[in-house]
């Protein structure tokens, strides 16, 4: 069982607020978002800590958003990324690399249709590595793309920032890399490596391009470009490697967030036919057959839009987000929260509450429609999704425009059909999921 389901029903017996200890470190979870946005939203500058990550800040020595301690330099960090990702004018100006990437995912899915996961990994690769160093990506096999994978997939085999042993007992960090349990020591140098070459090599060709593209005028927004511009093009070491983390919280989060969505989205529709044809009928009506669905028409789209909240609902990328960490004591209703204190969001508990959201196993995007949304509580799943409080993701309306494009365009050009068994029958695929810091869905033989 996976241990948003374990926190979810201990919930039911405990209540929505789970206390336990970590090798002494006091936790909660809470498994309710009345809980999360007393405490994370409204309360934010003292829940919005981390607590120690001594695997990722200290043996990776990352400085990404993720793991940064409140405070100066997460401000800073914060605001590099919400100034390149969040605000309207920088995401319109990434428009034209999102439509050119959506096509060429279109074409490719219609060249090989075989090929979905590599597919979808390119479009959010190509796209986010291009928003970010404003290098254009043509296939996976990119230099920079190789490097990132290769970083994010031993990361994901070092386990989850906030739950490993390490991050609890932090002198495990000394003991000898050959000692039986000490394999995470080993990753760690290993993934430390892979890491400085992936951020020195994007960091780089940015910088030596920097001047050309200023001069010529040409070459599309870039995060890196826009920092980098505010120090003149000439940061302070440190600030240069500030600077470098970004690439890990824009891959790290944006590629493994959006691509999680985009397989729950492929794996839905295989299993939900009926919710397919809504979607292929409504774009048919609104956007018709003679182009492809863009941003302007989402407002016009009501059903593609429930069919995302649906998706985030079902199976959330990041069921159980990274560990905050509250800096004072604190009361709540009848509990005394310690300093120190771990506090845990069951992301994937709030979005099957059934308080909110009644039949929570099933796949039902009418749920998320004006109409049926009036009656009784309701909350947009995209409001919570992405985290809470300072914590919240910055880039969480990239993230989701990335997602709302790959599955507009989607399915107002394909048939998604069942996946085919060994003798190449149909077969109606469970709804399971593979376990790593984001829960997403297996890629199977779709036809």
């Not at 987000?321 to 969001?345: F, K, L, N, Q, S």
């Given at each position: 069982?996976?241990?948003?389901?374990?926190?979810?029903?201990?919930?039911?017996?405990f209540g929505d607020i789970v206390y336990f200890e970590i090798f002494r470190t006091p936790a909660i979870v809470l498994n309710s978002l009345e809980a999360a946005r007393d405490l994370l939203d409204k309360h934010s500058t003292i829940y919005s800590d981390r607590p120690r990550l001594v695997l990722l800040m200290e043996m990776l020595?990352?400085?990404?958003?993720?793991?940064?301690?409140y405070g100066d330099q997460f401000r800073k960090h914060r605001k590099w990324m919400f100034d390149a990702a969040g605000n309207k004018p920088m995401l319109h100006g990434y428009h034209n690399i999102q439509y050119r990437e959506v096509r060429r995912l279109l074409l490719n899915l219609?060249?090989?249709?075989?090929?979905?996961?590599?597919?979808?990994?390119?479009?959010l690769a190509g796209m986010l590595l291009e928003i970010t160093f404003g290098r254009p990506?043509?296939?996976?096999?990119?230099?920079?793309?190789?490097?990132?994978?290769?970083?994010?997939?031993?990361?994901?085999?070092?386990?989850?920032?906030?739950?490993?042993?390490?991050?609890?007992?932090?002198?495990?960090?000394?003991?000898?890399?050959?000692?039986?349990?000490?394999?995470?020591?080993?990753?760690?140098?290993?993934?430390?490596?892979?890491?400085?070459?992936?951020?020195?090599?994007g960091y780089n060709a940015v910088t030596s391009a920097m001047d050309e593209i200023q001069a010529a005028g040409t070459g599309e927004p870039c995060i890196f470009c826009q920092v980098l511009e505010q120090y003149g093009g000439d940061p302070t070491p440190a600030e240069a490697d500030n600077i470098k983390g970004l690439a890990i919280d824009v891959y790290g989060a944006g590629v493994e967030m959006t691509r999680a969505?985009?397989?729950?989205?492929?794996?839905?529709?295989?299993?939900?036919?009926?919710?397919?044809?809504?979607?292929?009928?409504?774009?048919?009506?609104?956007?018709?057959?003679?182009?492809?669905?863009?941003?302007?028409?989402?407002?016009?789209?009501?059903?593609?839009?429930?069919?995302?909240?649906?998706?985030?609902?079902?199976?959330?990328?990041?069921?159980?987000?990274?560990?905050?960490?509250?800096t004072v004591d604190d009361?709540?209703?009848?509990?005394?929260?310690?300093?120190?204190?771990?506090?845990?969001?069951?992301?994937?508990?709030?979005l099957h509450d059934a308080k909110y959201f009644p039949e929570p196993e099933e796949f039902r995007p009418e749920r998320h429609l004006e109409g049926d949304a009036e009656a009784g509580n309701y909350v947009l799943p995209s409001s919570f999704v992405f985290g809470f409080g300072h914590r919240a993701c910055p880039g969480q309306a990239l993230a989701d425009a990335s997602i709302w494009?790959?599955?507009?365009?989607?399915?107002?050009?394909?048939?998604?059909?069942?996946?085919?068994?060994e003798s190449g029958k149909e077969y109606t695929p469970p709804a399971k999921f593979t376990s790593a810091f984001t829960r997403s869905a297996p890629m199977m033989n779709y036809a």
């Amino acid at each position: 069982m996976f241990a948003e389901r374990m926190f979810h029903e201990w919930g039911k017996t405990f209540g929505d607020i789970v206390y336990f200890e970590i090798f002494r470190t006091p936790a909660i979870v809470l498994n309710s978002l009345e809980a999360a946005r007393d405490l994370l939203d409204k309360h934010s500058t003292i829940y919005s800590d981390r607590p120690r990550l001594v695997l990722l800040m200290e043996m990776l020595r990352s400085c990404t958003l993720v793991g940064v301690p409140y405070g100066d330099q997460f401000r800073k960090h914060r605001k590099w990324m919400f100034d390149a990702a969040g605000n309207k004018p920088m995401l319109h100006g990434y428009h034209n690399i999102q439509y050119r990437e959506v096509r060429r995912l279109l074409l490719n899915l219609f060249r090989q249709p075989d090929k979905l996961s590599e597919h979808l990994h390119l479009y959010l690769a190509g796209m986010l590595l291009e928003i970010t160093f404003g290098r254009p990506v043509r296939t996976v096999n990119n230099k920079l793309v190789c490097l990132a994978e290769r970083v994010i997939s031993r990361m994901n085999q070092a386990g989850r920032a906030g739950s490993v042993p390490v991050d609890f007992v932090p002198i495990l960090r000394h003991i000898p890399s050959w000692m039986p349990g000490i394999s995470f020591k080993r990753n760690a140098k290993v993934v430390h490596r892979y890491m400085e070459e992936y951020l020195d090599t994007g960091y780089n060709a940015v910088t030596s391009a920097m001047d050309e593209i200023q001069a010529a005028g040409t070459g599309e927004p870039c995060i890196f470009c826009q920092v980098l511009e505010q120090y003149g093009g000439d940061p302070t070491p440190a600030e240069a490697d500030n600077i470098k983390g970004l690439a890990i919280d824009v891959y790290g989060a944006g590629v493994e967030m959006t691509r999680a969505a985009l397989r729950t989205f492929v794996l839905a529709m295989t299993r939900e036919r009926d919710v397919l044809r809504k979607v292929q009928e409504e774009l048919d009506q609104v956007v018709g057959c003679e182009r492809f669905p863009d941003f302007t028409d989402r407002e016009s789209l009501p059903y593609v839009n429930a069919l995302l909240e649906e998706v985030y609902r079902w199976n959330p990328p990041a069921p159980m987000a990274v560990p905050h960490r509250i800096t004072v004591d604190d009361r709540y209703r009848e509990y005394d929260i310690p300093a120190g204190c771990m506090v845990i969001p069951n992301i994937w508990a709030m979005l099957h509450d059934a308080k909110y959201f009644p039949e929570p196993e099933e796949f039902r995007p009418e749920r998320h429609l004006e109409g049926d949304a009036e009656a009784g509580n309701y909350v947009l799943p995209s409001s919570f999704v992405f985290g809470f409080g300072h914590r919240a993701c910055p880039g969480q309306a990239l993230a989701d425009a990335s997602i709302w494009l790959g599955i507009a365009s989607t399915v107002a050009l394909f048939d998604i059909l069942k996946p085919l068994d060994e003798s190449g029958k149909e077969y109606t695929p469970p709804a399971k999921f593979t376990s790593a810091f984001t829960r997403s869905a297996p890629m199977m033989n779709y036809a």
